[in-house]
Structures are given as C-alpha cells and as structure tokens.
C-alpha cells in the first residue's frame, strides 16, 4: 500500500512550499486509486471528491487577493514602467524613467522619511495610550467594559467629520481650543496649531490619537482578557506592586499580541491621509505632505499616474521594509508563548 | 483474526522519528494498555490508529482492513480525550448524540442510543445539561457515554484519567474495567499511570523511545522485565539496581531486584550486604524502609507492618538467588536461572 | 464657481416661481423646438461641481420641461470633475454626457480626448449661440485650445475687493487703490481690534490651488505681472511676480490669523460677521452680504476694483476660477447634451441665473452683464465689471499641463507664506519648476 | 483598612472627557447658529434647530445612510464569509499554503490611491461602477487582510481535541467548521466583523471614485459633499454626520456586549 500524506491535523511545518506540486500529486494519486481498485471503490470516490473541493476553500480568498492585490500590483508595475498620464495611460515604454525621477526628488524621499517617521512615532504612542487606556478600564471591571462602548464613539466618526470636527476646534480664529485658552488668559494671541510644521504635526498626531486609540484599546482589553488567570495574583503574594506587575509580568505576557497590535496600527498609520487632506492639505510648506498624501496629489490632481504608480511602488517596499522586523518581532513572541 | 493489526508503523515530525517501526497485535475484545513515559511515542501512536496523525510507515488493520487511507469516522473506533474535548456549546445529550446525528440517524434512534449509552455511565438526569455544569468526573462520563454511543469496534482510551483526583481515578478505573467487561469491547489504552496499566490491562504494552520495549500480561512484566527499562517503569518503589560486578555475578552488567524481595536481618547476621537504615515510611499496611550501603548505594525494602527496623540501625541485606534479574551492557535481560551461569567468570 | 452654500428652502421656492413662468416665452430660440419635446424619453447626465449645483437642479427642470429630455445631475467637489470625467472616459463607462470644467483644465481635458472639438458645432448654430456676446478674453481663455473651440462658457469668474464700510469709517480709512494701502488699512484696523477678535484682512492663503492662487493672481495683476509669456513661457521671472509676492506676505501678520489656514470657510464668515475688514473674493458676494440671513454686514460694506501695486497704475482683474460646459467625448447623447450647452449659456437663462440670490454664476456674455436685471442685482459690482475690465483681466495657466503648474506654484507660495523661503527664493523656484514642466511638455 | 481615594477614577474620568469632547461639540455645532461656529464657545449662543432639518433637505441623508448601512453590513458578512473558511483552511486543515496569513498582511500594505484606476476598470468592465453591490464587493474583498489577522488568533485557540473528536464522529471539514469551530469563535467573529463593518462604514476614497450619483453615495461621501460648498455649513454637516453615526452606535452598542466579551474571549496573538 503506497503510503500518501493525509490532511489531517499535520504538523505545521508539512506543509510548506512547493506545495503545488504535492497537492497535484496527491491529487493523481487518489484519482488513480479509485478509478484502478477493481470493484467500485465508493471510499476512494469520495476522498477524491473531498480532494477536489479543497480548493473551494482558499477560492474566495484567493480571487480577493487576485483583485485587490495581484492585478492592481501588475496594473501599477506596468503604469510605473510606462509613460502615462490619467487621461493617456500607457502611452509609450519609459523604461526605470518614473523610478528615477521619483528617487532623485528630494521632496518625495522627505515625504518618505516623515510618513515613516510619523507612522512609528504615532503608532508607538497610540499604542501605548491605547494599552494605558485598556488597563484602566479593565481594572475598573464592569463599569470599564461599560464605558469601552463609549470610547467606540470616535472610531465610529466619518473621518472627513473628525479631520472637520478638530479644524473647528484648532482654528486660530474662533476655534474652541484658542477661544478657550483665551478666555482662560493662557495666551494673548491665538495660537497658528496648523501653520508651523511642528504643531501641525502634533495636532494631525492629537486628532489621529482620537480617532485610532480606541481602536487600539479594544485589541490591548482583549489582550488582557486573555491573561492566564492568577498570575496577577501570584505575583501580588510575591509583593511585586502595580508597576513592577505590569512590567515583569503583565507586559511580557502581552507582548506578542501588543506587537499584532502595533503592526495592523502601523500599517494604518502609513496609510494617513484624510486628516492631512482636511487639516493641512500637506502644509505648512511641505511640513506635514506625507507620501500617501503626495501620491494622491500628483495622480488626481496632476493626473501623473506613472510617476505616482512608481512612487506608490516605492512606498510600498519600503513599508514592508519597515514593518519585516516587527512581523519578525511578532513572529518570535508568538513562537516563545507557544 | 485481530480486531487491531499494526504492522512497520512509524512516524516522523520533519527527521524526527517520533514512532519507529511498531508491531501489535490485539485481539478480539482484549484490553490492551498502552503504557511509557511522556514523550515516548503512545499517544501519537493512538492518534494514528485513530487516523489523527498521519502515518510516515506502515499499515493498520481494523478487523482486518487497512485503514491506512479512511477517514477517522470511517474507521469504526472512537476515542476518549484526555481533555474529554466535550462540546462547549452542546448539552449532554448533544454531545453524545453528535456523531450518530451526522451518520444521520432517525432522531428516535439517536434519543434511544443516547439514553443507552447514558445509562451505561450513569448520566441519566444529565442529559439537559452544559459541559461547563459538570464535575470532573461527570465530564469524564460523558467523554466515555460519547465513545460509546457510536457503537465502535474499537475504543481508544488517551489518558483519560489524568485530569480526575486520586479518588475519582480510583472509581472510573473501577468503572471502566466494569465496563470492558460488561461489553466485551476492545479497548486501546493510553496512560503513563503504572497503577492503571497493572489493574486494567489484559496485556501491557510498554512503549519506551518510539518503540515497545515488552509486552504481555501484567504480571509477565512485572516478573520478568525483558529490558532494564521495563524493570525500572513498572514497580513502586521502583526495584533496586546493583552494578552486577560488585555482587559477585560477572557476565551481567547490571542487576535488579524488587524491594519486596530483600531480606533484612541484623547486623549480626553473616552474609549479604552491608547496610544502614537512614529513614522509614509507615504507609500502614507496609513499611519502606530506605537503606544505605557501605558502597553509598541508596536502596528501598519493603518489609510488612509491625517489621523491628528503626532509623541508624545497622542492617544486612540479602535475597533469594531466583528474585534476580539481570540485564547486560545494553540492559536485555540475560536469560533466567541465573544460578547455571555464574560459573563462566566467577 | 461663484455659488454659495445658501438656504436652499428659499431657493427652491424661487425656484418653483421661476418654473411657473411661461418658458418658451422666455428662452426664444429654443421655443421653436418646445412643443416638439423632441427628446422625451432620454437622459442625459450632467456632471457639475458642488457650488453650482443649484444651477444644475434648475437646468434640470427648466430643460426638461423645453424638450422632454431627463437631466441627471451628478454633483461632485470642484477639485473632482476633472478626474471623474477623465475616468469614466478612460474606462469606457460613459456615465456623463455634459461636464462642467474648471476653465484651467481645458487643455489637460481636450488634449487627453475626453471633451469633443465642438468649434464645428458652434459655426453651425452661432445665430442661436450669438458667440460674439460672450466677453472675448473669457470666450478664449474657457474654450479655446490649439485653434479649435471645446466648449462654452457658464460661469465667469474674478475678484474684487469687498471691504467693511463701517470699520473703515470707524478708523477713517479709505478703501485701497495699492496693494500698500491695503495693507496699510489692515494694519491699522488689527491693531487697534485685535483684542475684539477683528482682523483689518482675511487672506485666503491655504494651500489649495484654487485658493492660494487666486490670492496671489490678485496681487500679481495688479503690480501688472502676468502668469506666462506671449510665447508660453513662464512669466514669474519679472520682478512684478516677487513684489506680488511680497505684498501678500507684508499683508499676512495683520490677517485673520492665519492666512495659511484661512479657506473659503474661515475667511468668509469672517467678512461676513464683521470680525475682518477686507477680502478679495468673487464678485457674487456682494449679493451675498446684502442677505439678512447669512449676513451681519447688511448695507455696511463697500467693493471696489483689485488695487495696483508696484509701477502699475492700471487696475486689472484675474480669472479665479471660471467654468465652462463641455461634451465628453464617449457621450452617446451628444445631440441632447450640445442643446443642453447652449440652452444653459444663452443670452436668456445666463441673465437669468446672474440675477439668482445664490446662484452663484458671474457674468460671461456682455449682454449679462450690461442687463438691467444684474445692475439692479448688483447695484455695487456691476459698475467694477463695465466697461472693458474684464477684458484684459489675468487668466491663469490653461495647457495640458496647466494642473501641473498650478501645484508647482502653489506648493511655493506656501513655503513663502509659512516662512520656510523668502518670496525671492520662492519665485525663483517657482519660475524654475515651471520653465521645466514647460520644457519638458512643449 | 482605610478606603483610599482610587486614583484610577479622575483618570478614567480625562480619558473619557478626551473622547467624548469632540462629539460632543459636534453635537453642539448642530445647534449653532453658522456665525456661531466660530465662536471660541464650547455650547451654542442660541440654540437653533434649523441645521437638523435643512440637512434632510439639503442631502438625501436617509438614502445616504440606507447605502452606507447596506455596504457596510453586506460588505462586512462577504468579508467574514470569505475569510473564515479560509483561515480555517490553511490554519486547521492545513489545506494549501501556509504563507497565506503574511501574503494577506503584505497585500494590506500598499496605499490604494492608484489602485483606484485598476479597480475601476474593472468594475466597469463586471457593469458594476456606481452601484452598491460593486462597493460591497470592493470593501468585501479589501477588508480580508484585517480580519483575516483578528479571526486568526481565535481559531488558534479552538482546542484541537474539539476537532478530532469532532473528525471521529464523523464530522467533515465543512462540518467541523459549521457545527463546532463557529459556534466557540462566535464572539470573535462578531467582533471581527463588527470592526471590518466599521472600516466600510467609514470608507471614503474608493466609494468617493466608484460612485457618481446621491442614489448609490454612501454617507462618509455625503457628508465630504457639505465640504465642497464655499460657505461649509458647519452645522449641517455635523447634523449629518451624527445621523451617520448613530445607526452604527445603535448596532454596536447592541453587538457590545459580542465585542467586549468576544475580543476578551480570544484576544489578539
């Protein structure tokens, strides 16, 4: 009897590449049994048929992937390569020529530098507020999980209205924050948020904070619910107090879960754009143009889709650059816990 | 014919043999038990006869079909969990009835099976309930009223009393040898309890590295340990080991002898081994009494109640020649009667 | 682009009055065709810009009554047209018949295929068009691409100088005729009304094409600079493009703070509820700030003509904005869409509309703005506007690669104006991304 | 023992005060007056009902929030639906390619501007530009790295023995996955999928290229739509949105409880 590898509940490393050409082979495999066995095999039909539906599976995710990755990802390599505007795509082979323009402006390689460094910043920090803000709610118990729903208000928020929301609270003339910190005498004059470069950072950082954190809460409170019970409890006995708890104990536990978190948060970070659409339109200068921003610019407004395709490209690499060690990161917690 | 037949079975995690090459036979309605220490192989081995883990050698035949290429619910058997793995989300009734509702049984069919099987463990007035209402035991019961509902051919036992207390394990051992022989089933059994295999086994299979080491009946193991292993797992106080030179038996490496099988007598006494009492156990019905020879040897004898031996006496050891087991280089036993060997070094 | 968000209940009431009317009496040439209602039954789809979708509804309903056709209006930002139209084209959708372009964006539109040469279509029908009534630099300047015509114009669009009566009479000032006296006015009302939240100016200065160069067009024009050369190439290396640049950022300490964060939504309550003295917006305001509703400043504002600046002592307007109504080019209803154009740019309905509270369209034909119904509408702006002043009015960039410009020169100003470069530097700059954007596409 | 002051409660009092602030002063600007907006004053000077009822009539707000519900609610089952059988797949059955969770994740990554083009071509091409089943399939098929990354962590921790003895009893793998793998991951499914229904909801780029006309707009649009007036009504436009948000809050504040507990329940690994 020839031995053949059966599906179920395998190690996780059986299965790895090249696997193509094993399923196919399995594939013929069963074929061949059932049609050569010399009575009606009706065991060997249905395995058969078992094994022909396993595609059925992987299908939906597959054309998903296929639609929204793969042939988006081959459209834009071959506008990158090409000399193309909006109106006219692909007009004529450009060779590395948008590659090249793209790399040798420095104004998109500083774009590049302040998206990434906004990304790790922001999310770090959202991340952590996210994690203080998990924290307390989760030690307030019942009441916590009450007012979690409430903090879900701000994820809920159409983002053109929370970029509108924070403009008419940061307006200079009339906004509620000056109004307010007039009033109560803090300053003399209104205070620009969103006309010098740090502060428009900051304030798109503050309006950003509102929008993901709860996000980040929700994901950190469910962390912490996973905790092995009585460990909190051990460590109490052991005399540890609430910081030396939270740092030996609690924050190891969590961590690969925290560096799942700080990933997809990371990942939107990259992907920041309404709020500098609505809040500063990439201004003061070019203080706050971040690259996602900049590609929207120069494919809808200057209908550049070539140059834009290669810079989207570009950005691309290096968010996946960026973001390798903390899936490594997460890769590594994840294998320790198991 | 044997209702379970492996033959060359083997198993590999990547070039980790995990199983290496297992021989069984079991027959028709006998209770074989599985036993070794963790990590030695058996519950990977019931797993693939349970069609779980995939097989990197070999054939298994239930009732004298290979199997190799069915599905776990086509291969008749049914399997008891470690952690019972009830349904959650499933009442009592619910969890035992699942496999007969996906057979698609008529549903009065089901409720009789059910109730049956039920019965059998003593769950009736349970059946409405949660997984999560239940005791320990109670889940237990349900784990093994599932297994039995389906009718099998074969049950397989993985561990199945290892998360009850003492007590508990005590009553479901009792209940579970009721149970073989109320149905006559054949029944694999997995545990690494020497207790549980000594009380419950027709045959003890003894798995140590992959690869079974003895088996037979219980008390073939116990009297006479194919290997060193064998004679180490099974016995508690585990037996008593003397590098075979020092007790004068050249042609064996090593030699065991059980602590039941010691004699002490007093200091005084000629012959045997030197020895001090460094501390004793009262478990009541026997003593234990922990002895240290003049070679730094740590050693255990079990002696009856009411036995005169008291801590910082000094004692001497012997034994009858036929209570040896001696074992070579390799710890194989060396053949029995070991009185018509001595001579060839002596 | 000349529209308000206005009240849009009153509106629609004027609305249903209008419609009540007897329009083939109205809209002579068309009447002809009226009782045919040759294009019942059909549809056709109107992409317009948010700001004029008032106008749009009303095109809707007016035009079906006068042929039986459907009208579609699909309202989309302003900044979106062109990208939508330009999509659906591409992608073959064809989901627009008519569009309602940004007069900037005719060359990028026309040379990328998506809008149709219609100069054919206009010598066919010029009797009913009258094409010599539209003012000729706005004619030119919104369809004309390589010698050939794309489309007509439906809104005029330019600046002139609102100021706040009542705080100049306050402070004794007199309306600006120099870009240094409106400075000087500016500075003088913050100083002394600062502490009452009032500002002497509102300068649009976000980082927005349509904003921040409108506001520099407006001081570029008036120290007499101009965008481009007679031969197409850039202009902003003359010495009248850094003192138009200066200007506005001497203006910008005494400003609503701040001018880099002041849009169309700050700057214009601002006027409007007298917390800012000064403003240079489209003329339409002045219809605006005379409605109760939206307005605190009733009958206490004044206008007068863009100020001079530099050794220029002509005053010259800028077009801001402006748009015109095209056929896309995979249009299957393009007989319905080109009766649409002309029905929405004649002699009669752009009267009309110039004369709509909110309609938001400026003059573009002399007939509209020599007509009783606008002097009377806009007894202030109309006499800024007669006699010639648009005619050698500043219009902005309009090749196919106009867009580019646009950003190129906006992103400059901003640096100016956040202080990153001094208005020297940033004009340079600018001249040099233009030269090359120019070299590289001529 | 003393009863000490907890401290956790000012603090828990900050944070909320944070969060609810500017909804808060959303709600307030509804009921301001338009030269009251830029007041400096948190409450309105006169409170005015007018923007409530001009925003009705300004927009087509209830079309806007039916399409918005529907694409967010159809998009978010289509993504779940796609995802889960998936993940199950690859994770427990060891069907296929084990890379699948990094190729999801990777495919996450790239900023979608210029894949605007692609994908509108080829929604033109399946007839399905402007319409809300186009949208739903779009969010449908864009939100499966998110949840494919949330409803993993569940699935890990399904107990295997559940699925073997499932498999004994002669459960198929649709079968397992149907009858007992769903029903332990339920909270972390309606968590997963009340998160991926929220980012559709919220959606504004590819729905602001793929739809043209208020009959199919989702809300995120309608509302962007107040933006492109010169004078922005403020008030209106915060009328709107808060019509926009409280369907969604209604839905998650009954589905709370499956979020809280679900997200506890499993936790992101």
Redesign the interface.
């Known amino acids: 009897m020839p031995m053949r590898e059966r599906h179920a509940f395998s190690s996780p490393r059986d299965a790895g590449e090249g696997f193509i050409l094993k399923e196919t082979t399995m594939a013929l495999g069963y074929a061949a049994d059932a049609l050569t066995t010399p009575e009606f095999d009706a065991d060997g039909f249905r395995r058969l048929g078992r094994f022909l539906l396993r595609p059925l599976w992987l299908a939906p995710v597959a054309c998903a992937l296929i639609v929204t990755t793969l042939y988006p990802f081959v459209f834009l390599v071959a506008l990158s390569l090409s000399k193309s505007s909006l109106g006219k795509p692909f007009r004529a082979f450009a060779g590395l020529k948008n590659y090249a323009l793209a790399l040798g402006d420095g104004e998109f390689i500083a774009s590049l530098l302040r998206t990434v460094a906004y990304a790790l910043l922001s999310s770090a920090i959202q991340v952590a507020a996210g994690l203080a803000l998990a924290l307390l709610l989760f030690t307030l118990l019942k009441g916590g999980r009450f007012l979690l729903s409430l903090f879900l208000l701000p994820l809920m928020t159409p983002p053109v209205m929370v970029g509108v929301a924070w403009k008419l609270i940061l307006a200079p003339a009339g906004g509620l924050l000056n109004g307010t910190l007039l009033r109560l005498g803090l300053v003399d004059e209104p205070v620009s948020f969103l006309g010098s470069a740090a502060l428009a950072w900051a304030s798109i950082a503050l309006a950003d904070l509102w929008q993901w954190t709860p996000f980040v809460a929700i994901l950190c409170f469910a962390a912490l619910s996973s905790l092995p019970e009585g460990v909190d409890d051990a460590a109490r006995l052991d005399g540890a107090g609430p910081f030396e708890r939270f740092w030996y104990i609690t924050l190891p536990l969590i961590a690969a879960p925290l560096a799942a978190i700080f990933l997809i948060k990371l990942i939107f970070a990259f992907k920041l754009f309404d709020l500098t659409y609505i809040l500063t339109y990439g201004g003061p200068g070019f203080a706050t143009t971040t690259t996602g921003f900049s590609i929207f610019r120069l494919s809808m407004q200057q209908f550049e889709v070539a140059r834009a395709a290669a810079e989207t490209l570009i950005f691309a690499a290096l968010i996946g650059l960026v973001t390798l060690p903390v899936v490594r990161l997460h890769r590594a917690l994840e294998r320790r816990e198991a | 014919m044997s209702a379970i037949s492996l033959s060359g079975l083997a198993k590999s995690y990547r070039d980790v043999p995990v199983v290496k090459g297992v021989d069984l036979d079991i027959a028709e309605g006998e209770f074989v038990v599985l036993v070794g220490p963790s990590g030695c192989g058996k519950s990977t081995l019931l797993k693939m006869i349970a069609g779980l883990e995939e097989l990197s050698a070999g054939d298994i035949r239930i009732a004298g079909r290979s199997v190799v290429d069915l599905a776990p619910a086509e291969r008749e058997l049914a399997m008891v969990f470690q952690s019972y793995a009830l349904y959650p989300h499933m009442t009592v009734a619910g969890n035992i009835g699942f496999a007969l509702r996906i057979a698609g049984l008529p549903r009065a069919e089901i409720d009789r099976r059910v109730r049956a099987a039920a019965a059998t463990v003593k769950l009736e007035g349970l059946l409405d309930r949660y997984p999560r209402a239940l005791s320990g035991g109670q889940r237990q019961r349900v784990a093994i009223a599932r297994a039995l509902a389906r009718q099998p051919k074969v049950l397989l036992f993985d561990e199945p009393l290892s998360n009850l207390d003492a007590a508990l394990r005590q009553e479901t051992r009792v209940e579970i040898a009721r149970l073989h022989k109320a149905l006559k089933a054949t029944i694999l059994y997995v545990t690494h309890d020497q207790v549980e295999a000594m009380t419950l086994a027709d045959r003890i299979v003894l798995m140590n590295n992959g690869r079974i080491e003895q088996a037979g009946t219980p008390l073939d193991l116990y009297e006479r340990p194919a290997t060193l292993f064998v004679a180490r797992f099974l016995g508690t106080p585990a037996i008593n080991l003397f590098g075979a030179a020092r007790m004068g038996l050249p042609g064996a490496a090593t030699v065991g002898i059980r602590p039941e099988h010691l004699l002490l007598e007093d200091a005084t006494h000629p012959g045997g081994l030197a020895a001090r009492v460094e501390f004793v156990e009262e478990l009541g019905d026997v003593r234990l009494i922990h002895l240290l020879t003049e070679a730094d040897e740590k050693i255990v004898a079990k002696q009856p109640a009411g036995s005169p031996w008291q801590a910082g006496q000094s004692v001497r050891v012997s034994w009858r020649t036929e209570h040896l087991h001696r074992f070579d280089l390799a710890g194989q036993r060396l053949d029995d009667a070991p009185e018509q060997r001595p001579e060839k070094a002596a | 682009m000349s529209q308000f968000f206005f009240n849009r209940r009153s509106l629609l009431k004027t609305l249903a009055t209008g419609a009540a009317l007897p329009l083939a009496a109205r809209y002579g040439a068309l009447a002809a065709h009226a009782a045919e209602n040759r294009f019942a039954g059909r549809t056709v789809n109107l992409l317009i810009i948010q700001p004029h979708v008032v106008t749009g509804n009303k095109i809707a309903e007016d035009f079906e009554k006068l042929t039986g056709a459907k009208v579609k209006v699909t309202a989309v930002p302003y900044d979106q047209v062109s990208v939508k139209a330009t999509l659906d084209f591409q992608s073959g959708a064809n989901e627009f018949d008519v569009i309602d372009y940004f007069y900037t964006y005719k060359g990028q539109l026309a040379e990328d295929g998506v809008i149709d040469d219609v100069t054919d279509l206009i010598e066919r029908d010029k009797a009913e068009i009258k094409p010599e009534d539209f003012i000729k630099s706005i004619y030119d300047q919104y369809t004309l691409h390589d010698g050939r015509r794309y489309g007509l114009p439906y809104d005029g669009d330019s600046h002139v100088l609102f100021y706040n009566k009542e705080l100049f009479d306050r402070h004794g000032l007199k309306p600006a005729t120099t870009w240094d006296e409106y400075t000087e006015n500016a500075r003088v009302i913050t100083e002394a009304e600062k502490k009452n939240g009032i500002y002497g100016a509102a300068v649009l200065g976000a980082k927005i094409p349509v904003i921040i160069l409108s506001t520099y067009a407006n001081r570029l024009t008036g120290f007499g600079g101009n965008f481009l050369k007679a031969d197409g190439s850039s202009a902003l290396d003359s010495e009248e493009a850094v003192a138009a640049l200066e200007s506005l950022l001497k203006s910008a300490p005494y400003a609503l703070p701040t001018p880099l964060e002041t849009r169309f939504e700050e700057g214009l309550p601002a006027f409007l509820g007298g917390k800012a003295a000064q403003i240079d917006f489209w003329t339409d305001l002045g219809g605006y700030a005379q409605d109760p509703k939206g307005s605190q400043i009733v009958d206490k504002w004044g206008v007068t003509r863009i100020p001079v600046g530099g050794k220029n002592r002509t005053p010259r307007l800028a077009f801001n904005a402006g748009f015109g109504f095209a056929i896309t080019a995979g249009s299957k209803n393009k007989d319905i869409g080109w009766e649409l154009i002309k029905f929405a740019t004649s002699q009669a309905y752009h009267e009309e509309l110039l004369a709509l509270t909110g309609s938001g369209i400026d003059p573009d034909r002399y007939s509209g703005l020599a007509s009783e119904k606008y002097k009377a509408f806009q007894p202030l702006v109309q006499p800024l506007l007669d006699g010639g002043a648009l005619e050698n009015s500043l219009a902005w960039p309009t090749a196919a690669y106009a867009p580019k410009l646009e950003n190129a020169l906006t992103d400059e100003l901003a640096l100016a104006l956040a202080g990153t470069k001094s208005a020297e530097q940033a004009i340079r700059d600018a001249h040099a991304a233009w030269s090359e954007i120019i070299d590289a596409n001529a | 023992m003393r009863r000490r002051f907890d401290h ?1 409660l000012p ?2 009092a900050i ?2 005060a ?3 602030l ?2 808060l ?2 709600a307030s ?1 509804s009921f301001k007056t ?2 009251d ?6 409450l309105p000077g006169t409170v005015t009902l007018a923007n409530w009822a ?1 925003a009705f ?2 927009a087509p707000l209830s079309t806007f929030t039916v399409n918005s519900v529907t694409v967010a609610l159809l998009s978010g089952l289509l993504t779940v ?3 889960v ?2 993940a ?3 994770l ?9 969770s ?14 605007i ?6 929604l ?1 091409g399946a007839g399905l ?2 319409t809300v089943a186009g949208l739903v399939l ?1 969010y ?3 939100n ?1 790295p ?1 949840a ?2 949330l409803i993993t ?1 569940f699935l890990r921790r399904v ?15 649709l ?1 397992r996955l149907v ?2 793998v769903l ?2 991951i339920a909270p972390g499914l309606a ?1 997963t999928g009340l ?1 991926v229904t ?1 980012l559709a ?2 959606e ?2 590819f729905a ?2 793929f739809t ?3 009959e199919t707009r989702t ?2 649009v309608g ?12 008030g209106q ?2 009328a709107a ?1 808060l019509t ?2 409280v369907p ?2 209604l839905v ?2 009954f589905l ?1 409880r499956f ?2 507990q ?8």
């Open positions: 956790r603090l828990a944070a909320l944070f969060f609810a500017p909804i002063y959303l600007l338009k030269d907006v830029l007041s400096g004053a948190f001009q009539e300004a639906l796609i995802t059988p998936a199950y797949a690859v427990r059955l060891r069907y296929g390619w084990q890379r699948l990094d190729v999801t994740l990777s495919s996450f990554m790239a900023p979608p501007i210029v894949a083009i692609p994908l509108f071509y080829l033109k530009l402007n779009v449908g098929m864009v499966v998110v494919y990354w962590p107990p295997v023995e559940l699925e073997q003895a499932a498999e004994l009893d002669g459960a198929g793998p079968r009858s007992i029903p332990l968590a998160i929220i909801y919220n504004f780029l602001s290229v043209f006309g208020n809300l995120p509302i962007s739509l107040f933006q492109g007036d010169r004078l922005v009504n403020f436009m915060a949105s926009g948000i969604v809050y998650a504040l709370q979020l809280v679900g997200l506890a329940h499993g936790g992101i690994k």
